[in-house]
């Protein structure tokens, strides 16, 4: 199966698809979670992309593109996927439909005052870069991701600033996918607002049909 997650930041499209690529067996490819390694791993693309991330501006189309295009045609990708935070800009879908046809696009439906309080409540594993919540999905030990023991970190996009403006970045260029797909026939709507498990349940039984 053929996925890409759709969606406002903090929607939930992470932690859905932590669920969804075991429940299908297939890779979890978030575009996010690659440019977060390496800025992690300091190679030459995280130095490039650091600052951008940060702010919450996107990454030029042609960077991300060819990243994708790579990840893709790695072994695990030819079974199906899901990614994650791509496309973005028609100008990625576009270059999308040239590597790969799509089962269908999953968008994430939330309002703004639910976003607000997931990013600024998320805290993230520093190392394994698990998620969580403080308030809808907390550690056991405050602070402590529950594997590892390590510290939990806020990610820095996730300052007010930063997440105020990645919603103008969303509404200006990856908003206008809903209707690129939807006219496509193959976007799926999903309420995001109920608890995850609940999330999960109604997107599986909506892809079935
Ligand atoms: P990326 O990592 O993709 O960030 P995003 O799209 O802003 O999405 P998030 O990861 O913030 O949210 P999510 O929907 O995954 O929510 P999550 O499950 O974590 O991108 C980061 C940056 O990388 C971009 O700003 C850009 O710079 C760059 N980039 C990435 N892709 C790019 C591209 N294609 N082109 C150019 N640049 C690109 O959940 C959020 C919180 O809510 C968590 O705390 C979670 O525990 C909680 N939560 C989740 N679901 C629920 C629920 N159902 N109920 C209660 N709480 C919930
Ligand atoms: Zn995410």
């Known amino acids: 199966m053929n996925l890409v997650f759709l969606g406002p930041p903090g929607a939930g499209k992470g932690t859905i698809a932590s669920q969804a690529k075991t429940h299908y ?3 979890h490819i978030s575009t996010g979670d690659l440019f977060r390694n390496n800025i992690k791993n300091e190679t ?19 960077v991300t593109i060819a990243m994708v295009k790579d990840r893709l045609s790695e072994d695990d990708a030819k079974k199906g996927f899901i990614l ?11 270059a999308l439909k040239e590597m ?39 550690p056991k030990v405050e602070g402590i991701d529950d594997e590892t023991g390590e510290s939990l970190i806020q990610r820095d996009d996730d300052k007010e600033e930063a997440i105020i403006n990645r919603l103008a970045v969303y509404d200006k260029q990856t908003e206008p ?4 797909y939807r006219e496509k026939g193959i976007l799926i709507d999903i309420d995001a607002k109920p608890a995850p498990e609940e999330v999960f349940a109604s997107m599986v039984k909506l892809l079935q049909k």
């Not at 030459?44 to 042609?62: C, H, R, W, Y």
């Not at 046809?101 to 870069?129: H, M, P, W, Y």
């Not at 996918?177 to 690129?180: D, P, S």
């Open 84 to 94: 994650d935070g791509f496309p973005r800009t028609i100008a990625q879908a576009e």
């Open 100 to 138: 790969t046809g799509l089962d269908a696009v999953v968008n994430f439906v939330l309002d703004r005052e639910d976003i607000v309080k997931r990013l600024s409540g998320r805290r993230v594993c520093k190392s394994t870069g698990k998620t969580y919540h403080i308030i809808y999905s907390p």
């Open 177 to 180: 996918l809903i209707a690129y």
């Open 25 to 27: 067996d297939i890779p």
């Open 44 to 62: 030459e693309l995280g130095k490039q992309v650091k600052a951008i991330l940060a702010s919450g501006n996107l990454v030029p189309d042609s």
